[in-house]
């Protein structure tokens, strides 16, 4: 017969628990043992040092029972619990559910940047100023890699919201764009590489599929790898002939989130390449009626741009085309609005662009390399400003007295 301790109980094959009073509270906390007889004792005497510690003052919940969800409900005890903790315990909560690449990812960004950033601040204490505040000083870092960086915290924040350490993430929303300089914005333009027309037939005739629509619907929208991730269904209107970008998936992102800035949630014109690639996708995903484009090899939405980017290479590769990212979809969409000669400011509103001016900086030499016979269509609706009228007589000249 197992012998029964006072304040202590079997729960499950995996775990004991531990009952006693803390400041006028009854208070359960569970620990991961196998209730054995003598485990049973160990954590029965774990009991009576925690309430020989409570009677002489010196306890301190935190400490004991770090993960505990009671602890909400000691202030004093929610202010000894620090960012560094809380991230500590998110990223240990989420290590054997995400793939070794994403984790990698996760613990430079926890453990290279926000830890040693944040980790003494308490988390009762956190606010999103303190996020702004450093983000602010680091002039090396993209929006893109903000995004990404803000991304586990606030993830990590919403688990302590969760476990009711905290009522509010302050993270939640959060939206910060550093304003692109005129160098930056040209070391983009550098970087684009626009597919060719054959070579978009080469890829078409490659790929197969699910995987041939989510790039071919990628090449006459211009979206983003993140914005295809995170297409729904319902974001889809047929009868107005429109496409509603609102949210992008990125790697470090666990659901999806709204675009950095509000040009970036738009509504795009479909056209009928990405009508065509769209009624080819409805026979596999469109009775789920929830994401547009999944991964055809596991039946599950894509988690970003990493398992895409080794799907395009190999497609790249059996069509002989050369290689380049599938970013540049984005930009073979823009050059060929260029060259068709499309309104400017329509497709720079496509593309989710704040204003013209970034749309034509990043695509100035598609736009004044174009046409050789540039001024011809100026010239020839405008030229005859300049001419005598038929009948008409040259004007006196001036003459100074």
């Known amino acids: 017969m197992v012998r029964k301790y006072e304040g202590v109980e079997s729960r499950y094959s995996t775990t004991i628990e531990v009952t006693f009073q803390y400041q006028g509270q009854r208070c359960r906390e569970p620990i991961k043992l196998k209730p054995t007889p003598s485990n049973l004792k160990k954590v029965s005497n774990h009991r009576a040092a925690i309430l020989h510690e409570i009677a002489i003052g010196t306890f301190d919940y935190a400490t004991v029972f770090p993960e505990s969800k009671n602890l909400h409900k000691f202030a004093d005890i929610i202010k000894d619990i620090t960012i560094e903790e809380t991230l500590k315990k998110w990223f240990r909560a989420i290590s054997d559910q995400k793939k070794s690449s994403t984790i990698v990812g996760y613990r430079k960004i926890v453990f290279n940047q926000l830890i040693p950033q944040f980790g003494h601040i308490s988390v009762y204490d956190f606010r999103a100023y303190h996020f702004r505040d450093w983000i602010i000083t680091q002039k090396q870092m993209s929006n893109k890699r903000i995004k990404n960086v803000v991304s586990p915290f606030r993830r990590a924040l919403a688990l302590a919201v969760n476990d009711e350490v905290i009522e509010k993430n302050f993270l939640t929303g959060f939206l910060y764009e550093r304003a692109e300089t005129y160098a930056q914005i040209k070391a983009k333009a550098k970087k684009l590489d626009p597919f060719n027309m054959e070579e978009m037939r080469l890829i078409y005739k490659t790929a197969v599929g699910q995987v041939r629509n989510l790039f071919w619907f990628a090449f006459w929208t211009g979206m983003r ?42 509504i795009i014109k479909m056209l009928p390449q990405a009508r065509k690639a769209l009624m080819a996708q409805k026979e596999h995903t469109f009775l789920a009626g929830k994401e547009v484009f999944i991964d055809p090899l596991h039946g599950k939405p894509w988690t970003g741009d990493s398992p895409i980017r080794k799907r395009w290479k190999t497609i790249l590769k059996h069509a002989g085309v050369r290689y380049r990212r599938p970013y540049q979809t984005r930009h073979t969409y823009a050059s060929m609005m260029l060259t068709a000669g499309e309104k400017l400011g329509w497709y720079s509103r496509q593309l989710g662009h704040k204003n013209v001016g970034i749309t034509t900086t990043i695509y100035a030499k598609w736009i004044e390399t174009e046409d050789n016979n540039g001024g011809s269509l100026i010239d020839a609706k405008f030229g005859d400003a300049g001419s005598i009228p038929k009948g008409g007589t040259e004007p006196k000249k001036l003459i100074k007295k």
């Open 225 to 266: 790898t993140s914005e295809l991730c995170a297409l729904l269904w319902e974001d889809i209107d047929f009868i107005n002939g429109t496409i509603n970008v609102d949210k992008g998936l990125t790697q470090f992102a666990d659901e999806a989130e709204p675009p950095k800035t509000e040009a970036g949630e738009r």
